[in-house]
Nanobody
Framework: QIQLVESGGGLVQPGGSLRLSCAAS????????MAWYRQAPGNQRDLVAT???????NYVDSMKGRFTISRDNPRNTVYLQMNSLKPEDTAVYYC????????????????????WGQGIQVTVSP
């Protein structure tokens, strides 16, 4: 069973910064794409940024220059550095990972997994 645990959210004033972390645990073989999404109240869940296993990052246009996604492969962790935060960045942020893991019941057997974190609140307000 693969689990993703997010941390680093909270309340910040406009113009401030936060760094989100998401650590994966379980019988992981490798993680391909890591990503961050966010969902504001009443809205759908939207992509923020992705990063490949080779470290190639892609961003939604509105996040470019303010957000930076990075990853630590040995720690199976993805980060999202958020600067110059605006009230419209207020949302629940979710990490998302796609990879390969060993079955708990058959440790010599691999399977592909897709997993979401539980979500973490980011509130930008004076």
């Amino acid at each position: 069973q693969i689990q993703l645990v997010e941390s680093g959210g909270g309340l910040v004033q406009p113009g401030g910064s936060l760094r989100l972390s998401c650590a994966a645990s379980g019988s992981i073989v490798s993680i391909n794409t890591m990503a961050w999404y966010r969902q504001a109240p009443g809205n759908q869940r939207d992509l923020v940024a992705t990063i490949s296993s080779a470290g190639i990052a892609n961003y939604v246009d509105s996040m470019k220059g303010r957000f930076t996604i990075s990853r630590d492969n040995p720690r199976n962790t993805v980060y999202l550095q958020m600067n110059s935060l605006k009230p419209e960045d207020t949302a629940v942020y979710y990490c998302h990972m796609i990879g390969e893991a060993f079955l708990v019941t058959k440790p010599d057997t691999k399977y592909d997994f897709v997993q979401w974190g539980q979500g973490i609140q980011v509130t930008v307000s004076p």
